[in-house]
């Protein structure tokens, strides 16, 4: 019932910056785990990041290990994705997802429409 809304893409030089916001539109994403996946041109849509209902654990790919943390505001209203040390290879279609703690697509019902990121060499 809640619906996701990505901001703060946008074009960064390689070694740069950027965090993404997820916005939980009419309510907040409390009994919800939050989910960021990517997707890069000719390529399938990917797991990045997933924090559960509680915000207590986190889960990363390894591609994004160290260098992205997913966090949770006390009231669950916003899901950030802090990246750092962008690479060219992170240039993507950044979604955020709300439902099932997991890895996979199918574990999350509610997307957004997603946040363009560019890493520029």
């Known amino acids: 019932q809640v619906q996701p809304v990505e901001s703060g893409g946008g074009l960064v030089q390689a070694g740069g910056s950027l965090r993404l916001s997820c916005a939980a539109s009419?309510?907040?994403?409390?009994?919800?785990?939050a989910g960021w996946f990517r997707q890069a041109p000719g390529k399938e849509r990917e797991f990045v990041a997933t924090?559960?209902?509680?915000?207590?654990?986190?889960d990363y790919d390894d591609s994004v290990k160290g260098r992205f943390t997913i966090s949770s505001d006390s009231a669950k209203s916003t899901v950030l994705l802090q990246m750092n040390n962008l690479e060219p290879e992170d240039t993507a279609v950044y979604y955020c997802?709300?439902?099932?703690?997991?890895?996979?697509?199918?574990?999350?019902?509610?997307w957004g429409q997603g946040t363009q990121v560019t890493v520029s060499l």
């Open positions: 997802a709300v439902g099932n703690f997991g890895r996979t697509n199918r574990d999350y019902k509610h």
């Open positions: 009419g309510g907040t994403f409390s009994g919800y785990a």
């Open positions: 924090i559960s209902s509680s915000g207590i654990t986190t």
